[in-house]
């Protein structure tokens, strides 16, 4: 299992070079921005199927500690359910849009993610902070 992780740090090396060679060559105009686009679906959808891959290959190897990752998981889900519960599906009254994105449905994927995005990032702050207290009691 070690060796499959050593795998995977060189391809993840070998992706952020290639993001790079493509970042290059899009700023001197030598690919359009949809080779790009592209690529960063690409990034995403292999960080979504790896975040939810690896935790399930962690528990497979060590149950005990895949508890753990599974638990991390299962609070990630709770919070988005509770900030899409929180959104609002309020249709905007914006002055000359015509678009078809102000419909409730999208409105509250919207609210979800920003809601989800503050609650992750004030966590992070959070512990930040306690975990810099903790170090200078020790």
Known sequence: MKAFFDYIKYLVYILMGISAIFGLLFYM????????????????????VTSVLFPLLQFAANPKKGIGALV?????????????????????????????????????????????????????FLSIIVSEVLSFFK
């Open 29 to 48: 105009d030598a690919i359009s921005e949809g080779l790009l686009l592209t690529w960063a679906y690409i990034l995403v959808i292999t960080a979504a």
């Open 72 to 124: 991390g998981i299962l609070v990630l889900g709770v919070i988005i359910m509770i900030a899409y519960f929180m959104g609002s599906g309020e249709v905007l009254d914006i002055l000359g849009y015509t678009g078809s994105d102000n419909v409730p449905s999208t409105l509250k994927l919207t609210d979800m993610g920003i809601i989800t995005m503050y609650v992750l990032l004030f966590g992070a």
